[in-house]
């Protein structure tokens, strides 16, 4: 079992749908990003968490650290919005490496 | 300036060559790194440098060899690379290396022939 686990694998909706993907993770974290990478290649971090939620334009993330478990929201979701999202943890505190789950891509059909 | 900047964006390379993948950050970030990403698979992370020293090694090949010639650089130096070491390689930086907002490049994709 990965120890960090993201649902759904693949999901596609349509223009303008509200849009939630999944992390949960067995282990404690000091912190989680959630990433989004194009095909392209390059990754952008959208998020870093630690408590409670953040938002950035139509972005939502959220973290419940008791029940190890995150979500990204993303309202009014648009074709640009189509990539693959990665939800990765930093394990314990003073440690520098993620752990990654295997990444959820999203389609966003016009 | 919140870029990395990565060169070349792609290359092709046999076996018997001998060459480089570049990174620059100007950020002032003081931890720099290399992860290795396969298709439809996570980045796996191969060095991290903090302060200019190598902090950890994931157990890569020696044929994979990286240099922090200073706080704004990151090489990977490749040699007798074999066609399974082709991937996209992303070099990423982050503030220090207690778990901040991480920065990643644009990747350079290598294959081996």
Redesign the interface.
């Known amino acids: 079992k990965n120890e960090v686990e993201q649902s759904p694998q693949n999901l596609t909706a349509q223009e303008g749908e509200f849009i939630t993907i999944n992390c949960s993770y067995s282990v404690g974290i000091?912190?989680l990003?959630w990433?989004q990478q194009h095909p392209?290649?390059?990754?952008?971090?959208l998020f870093?968490l630690s408590s409670g939620k953040k938002k950035h334009g139509r972005l939502i993330a959220t973290i419940n650290i008791q029940e190890k478990h995150s979500s990204l929201h993303i309202t009014a979701s648009h074709p640009r919005d189509s990539a693959v999202y990665?939800c990765?943890v930093?394990a314990g505190?003073?440690?520098?490496?993620?752990t990654?789950?295997?990444?959820t891509r999203l389609t966003i059909i016009p | 300036d919140t870029e990395v900047t990565q060169t070349p964006k792609h290359l092709v390379m046999g076996m018997t060559n001998k060459k480089s993948l570049k990174c620059e950050q100007h950020m002032g970030h003081r931890?720099m790194?290399w992860y290795k990403?396969k298709a439809k698979?996570?980045?796996e992370?191969m060095f991290?440098y903090?302060y200019e020293k190598l902090?950890?090694n994931e157990s890569v090949p020696s044929r994979f060899s990286p240099e922090c010639p200073n706080s704004s650089l990151l090489n990977l130096h490749l040699h007798a690379l074999q066609p399974e070491d082709s991937a996209?390689y992303?070099c990423?930086s982050?503030q220090d290396?207690?778990?901040?907002?991480?920065?990643?490049?644009?990747?350079s994709?290598l294959t081996v022939v």
């Not at chain 1, 505190?93 to 993620?98: A, P, Q, R, V, Y």
């Not at chain 1, 990654?100 to 990444?103: A, H, Q, R, Y």
Request: no cysteine; proline share 4%.
């Open positions: 000091s912190a990003h990433l392209g290649g390059g990754i952008v971090s870093m990665i990765a930093i505190f003073g440690n520098e490496k993620l990654f789950g295997t990444g | 931890a790194y990403q698979k996570p980045p992370l991290v903090s902090s950890i996209l992303l990423a982050s290396d207690s778990g901040n907002t991480i920065y990643f490049g644009e990747g994709w």
